[in-house]
Structures are given as structure tokens and as C-alpha cells.
């Protein structure tokens, strides 16, 4: 049952590797706290204090990435006391509407964004995109599949890894590395590398069109990528998570 609040939004929050909650998700945590489960609402008594006490979450899931590592997702609804800085939050109440191990989801999303990346930076400069670095994309996605070896994977990351230091445009060599590279347990924090990469790529491909190179067109394209790439983790998401009240509105 969703509890109906005026004062009640939505939220995204990132969960450790089993499923539980963290000690500073306003309780002590011991050996054997039961996981997180859908539906159950969690209290935290006040005074809220962001990073240090409270229960967390980010309005985006994209900034979940930052900062929880940790496999698991969990869509959920905050209310009461609210300390909150621009993207992440802390307040008296978060109820859990679904939760879900989001590796597979993380992997994907930077795989797709990091060859996303790669040919962006190809139609800018009219040069092809670095082989080693495609490659590197395809193996990951073949091994996602179960067609491919860790061996396999390793190998091509490597040779990716080998082309930061001589490509031209080391970003694309990068992001290919880290979406090659990602581990089902660090699944989260190479794709939060993937969107600071792919941020970077988007700048420069804005700063070589643009007439006049300034900061200003750079960071627009940062954070106009950045949007694009939140609207696409939170639909993969809320597709894993089989829920479908997209958006961070009151409920």
C-alpha cells in the first residue's frame, strides 16, 4: 500500500550489495537486519542531518550512481523532515515501493552511453572512432549475453585501457574502458564514471561545433547529456522495477 501524503514525493535510493540498510540510514546496523522489502515504510527519529543521519535518497537515479556503489535500487516515496542539498536528501521517512538488483540494468547503461560517447566524438571530428575501444564495447556486450569470457573481456578492456594514453581523444578510449571493465559488484560505480566521461565527450563535442569555444557552451552540453542520460537510467530502472510512476511530483 502507497501511503497518500500531501507533503510525499518520489525519490531514488541505492541500496549495499545485500540488500540493507546502511548504518547511516538512521539505525544501527547489526548482523542479521533484515533486508529492505517493497512496501514497508522506514522511520528515522529527527533531527535530520544529511550524510550523517536520516534516511537518504536522490530525486534523480542518476545520482544515486555517485553515491551508492552497491547493486541493489529501490524507487521510493520520502516524506517529514527534510534536510536536502542538490542531489541527494535525507528525511524522518522513506517507504520502499519496489527494489530490485539493478546490475544487469547499470552494465548495459554504460555500455550503451560509453558507444554513445564513441561515435558522438567521431561524426564531431570526422575521424573513426578507436577500434580497440569498439571492441572493447562489443566483447562487453557479448559477455553480458554469456558469450564471451571474462578472459575475452579482459583482454580487449586492456588494449582500450592501453589507448587512453595515444588516442586523440582519450574520452572515448575511457569510456569504453569503464563500461568494458565494470563488475556485476561494482556495477553502479563504473557506470557513475561512464556519465562523468560521457559528460566530458558531450563538452567537447559542443565546444569543436560551436563557433566560439567558451564555458558556457560546454557545460550546457554537459548538463543537457547529463538529463538525457537520467531519463534513460530511470525508464531502465522503473522497466526492472515493473513500476510506472515515473517522475518526482507530490503524490
Known sequence: MIIERKDAFLAW????????????????RLPGTEAVEAGKVYTAPGPVVRCRWGLHWSRRAIDILRRTPGRFVERVLVWGEVDEEEDKGAST????????DAS???????RDW?????W??????????????????????RRLKGEATDEELRTTAEAAEAAVWAARAAAEAE????????????????????????????????????EAVTWAVARAAMA???????????????NLLGYSAAGSGNV
Request: aromatic share 6%; hydrophobic share 55%.
Open 120 to 141: 558522438a566524438l567521431a561524426l564531431t571530428t570526422g575521424e573513426p572512432p578507436h577500434l580497440d575501444s569498439l571492441r572493447a564495447i562489443e566483447v562487453k556486450r
Open 224 to 238: 543537457e547529456t547529463e538529463a538525457a542520460m537520467n531519463a534513460d537510467l530511470e525508464s531502465r530502472l522503473l
Open 13 to 28: 535510493h541505492g541500496l549495499p550489495d545485500d540488500g540493507r540498510l546502511a548504518a547511516y540510514d538512521g539505525c544501527i
Open 175 to 210: 569510456a569504453a574502458v569503464w563500461a568494458a571493465f565494470a563488475k556485476p559488484w561494482r556495477a553502479a560505480a563504473r557506470a557513475a564514471a561512464v556519465v562523468m566521461v560521457t559528460r566530458a565527450a558531450a563538452a567537447v563535442v559542443a565546444t569543436l561545433a560551436a
Open 114 to 118: 560509453a558507444e554513445r560517447a564513441l
Open 104 to 110: 544487469q540494468v547499470y552494465h548495459e547503461f554504460a
Open 93 to 100: 521517512h522513506r517507504q520502499c515501493l519496489a527494489v530490485a
